[in-house]
T-cell receptor
Framework: DAKTTQPNSMESNEEEPVHLPCNHS???????IHWYRQLPSQGPEYVIH???SNVNNRMASLAIAEDRKSSTLILHRATLRDAAVYYC??????????????FGKGTKLSVIP | KAGVTQTPRYLIKTRGQQVTLSCSPI?????VSWYQQTPGQGLQFLFE???????NKGNFPGRFSGRQFSNSRSEMNVSTLELGDSALYLC????????????FGSGTRLTVV
């Protein structure tokens, strides 16, 4: 299974941009890059996903390296509500038209007021 | 629109019993996946259903099973419960397989005593 590597934890000051890195050197051509975040006692929340091109939505931006071996989730202005565990996940095609999300340990983001 | 609904939210069962958990996906979503989350193992993929067929299964024993109904609602069943089955069980739905993000429910917290 394709794996991702993320820092265990990061800190950010409130209202500053946050860049969360993710390495996925064994990514295959059909793997989508997904980001989810999880607050305590809640299910993961979808943030953003992409395949090859950079993506933007109302929550964040996803910057994907040209060789796709790494990506960066960008939160443009961190708020206290952004404090969560962020998971970078490859949605891997696993044959017979099936996909599965393979979660790693994630990055715990702390936002300092 | 309504999110992914999982019932019940909390459950306490005795070792050796069986349990059935329910998941109602977002209306129109046809792909339903199940995940187990524990402090030690993190989030692990259980299985994925699409069009009432199990498309993929994670590395879990046969005691874990599931099904999907024609309205895309899904259930998972765990028989002969073990203490190690205590976990947060999460359901996620997606519009289609592969190209879209997943919306997670809040999960069912299962405690086996």
């Amino acid at each position: 299974d394709a794996k991702t590597t993320q820092p265990n934890s990061m800190e950010s000051n409130e209202e500053e941009p946050v860049h969360l890195p993710c390495n996925h050197s064994t990514i295959s051509g059909t793997d989508y890059i997904h980001w989810y975040r999880q607050l305590p006692s809640q299910g993961p929340e979808y943030v953003i996903h992409g395949l090859t091109s950079n993506v933007n939505n109302r929550m964040a931006s996803l910057a994907i390296a040209e060789d796709r071996k790494s990506s960066t989730l960008i939160l443009h202005r961190a708020t206290l509500r952004d404090a969560a565990v962020y998971y970078c996940i490859l949605l891997a095609y696993s044959g017979a038209g099936s996909y599965q999300l393979t979660f790693g340990k994630g990055t715990k983001l702390s936002v300092i007021p | 629109k309504a999110g992914v609904t999982q019932t019940p939210r909390y459950l306490i069962k005795t070792r050796g019993q069986q349990v059935t958990l329910s998941c109602s996906p977002i209306s129109g979503h046809r792909s339903v996946s199940w995940y187990q989350q524990t402090p030690g193992q993190g989030l692990q993929f259980l299985f994925e259903y699409f069009s009432e067929t199990q498309r993929n299964k994670g590395n879990f024993p046969g005691r874990f099973s599931g099904r999907q109904f024609s309205n895309s609602r899904s259930e998972m069943n765990v028989s002969t419960l073990e203490l190690g089955d205590s976990a947060l069980y999460l359901c996620a739905s997606s519009l289609e397989r592969g190209r879209y993000g997943y919306t997670f429910g809040s999960g069912t917290r299962l405690t086996v005593v």
